[in-house]
């Protein structure tokens, strides 16, 4: 087994490079814009071309939601255009692809937890990026491997954990939207999740979902992230959406069905809050 990682400095790129050594030490490429542009669909062939490897993980993608929506050439660029790029060299050399797409896909409009057959309906500049590069690859390269995440945080770059602990220190009142609902996933055990599919040396292609288990809104994630923290000086006011507008929409409730991967790689999925403990207690004895 010989592994590219893309997108390796990101939050899950750098818990995903965590897991991989403890788990296959020695036989991942890490790189991020600096070593690789993927955008460069001449310089991803030789690299990949180049590199031999059996596996590609791009955990590469353009996040800024709101950004995405005045900057749709850049976004583009990176959630379809490069995937793509990906998928032309992977279906050259032969190396199996697994892409990290998102719950923004979705409208928002369901009642229960989204399935992967569910009807795709993405209602931002970043949903329907990510849709397109879903679709470049399944269409290059069928048999790859799609997990759809989301609510992603981890002790590292900047993340909804970090700024809530920020604010919770600094502010005396903090103003979070309620009427959002989905569930907090840890990088970390996305990670893990990524590891285990790779050692189960059994590739069923496919679109997967994975976060964390059960649901909540910013609002409640906000609550237990300072009760988590200790934090009780800052007051938690609960808003709408309509109070708080920003440049792109967001799905209501984007809430992931996950038991196809569950059932497919045998994962024991933690809980949202079980899981936040361990990044709050990591970020609480390592202050950044």
Same mark, same amino acid.
């Given at each position: 087994m010989k +592994?590219? /990682?893309t997108g390796s400095n990101g939050q899950l790129g750098r818990e995903l490079r965590r897991a991989l050594e403890a788990t296959l030490p *020695? /036989?991942?490429t890490y790189t991020d814009v600096g070593e690789l542009d993927i955008c460069d669909a001449k310089a991803v062939a030789e690299f990949v071309s180049a590199g031999d490897f059996t596996h590609i993980i791009n955990c590469a993608a353009f996040t800024a939601v709101d950004k995405a929506e005045t900057e749709q050439s850049i976004c583009y660029a990176i959630n379809a255009d490069a995937v793509r790029n990906i998928a032309v060299a992977a279906s050259n050399s032969g190396a199996k692809v697994l892409h990290i797409s998102t719950d923004y896909v979705f409208d928002g409009k369901a009642h229960r937890p989204y399935k992967e057959s569910d009807k795709v309906c993405p209602v931002s500049a970043y949903g329907t990026s990510k849709?397109? *590069?879903e679709m470049m690859l399944l269409a290059m390269c069928? $048999?790859?491997v799609i997990i759809r995440t989301a609510w992603l945080y981890s002790p590292h770059g900047r993340n909804f954990v970090k700024t809530m602990l920020k604010k919770g220190r600094e502010s005396n009142e903090v103003r979070v /939207?309620? $009427?959002q609902i989905g569930t907090p996933t840890s990088a970390t055990d996305l990670a893990e999740a990524i590891v285990t599919i790779l050692m189960s040396r059994q590739w069923r292609p496919g679109i997967y979902h994975y976060t964390?288990? *059960?649901a909540c809104s910013w609002y409640d994630f906000t609550k237990v992230i300072h009760h988590l923290a200790g934090i009780e000086n800052c007051n938690v006011v609960a808003v709408t959406t309509a109070d708080y507008p920003t440049a792109a929409i967001r799905p209501f409730y984007s809430v992931l069905d996950k038991n196809l991967i569950k059932n497919t790689y045998s994962?024991? +999925?933690p809980f949202w809050i $079980?899981?936040?403990q361990k990044v709050v207690d990591q970020l609480l004895a390592n202050p950044q």
């Open positions: +592994i590219l /990682v *020695g /036989v991942t849709r397109k *590069g069928p $048999d790859a /939207v309620a $009427d964390n288990e *059960g994962l024991k +999925i $079980d899981s936040l």
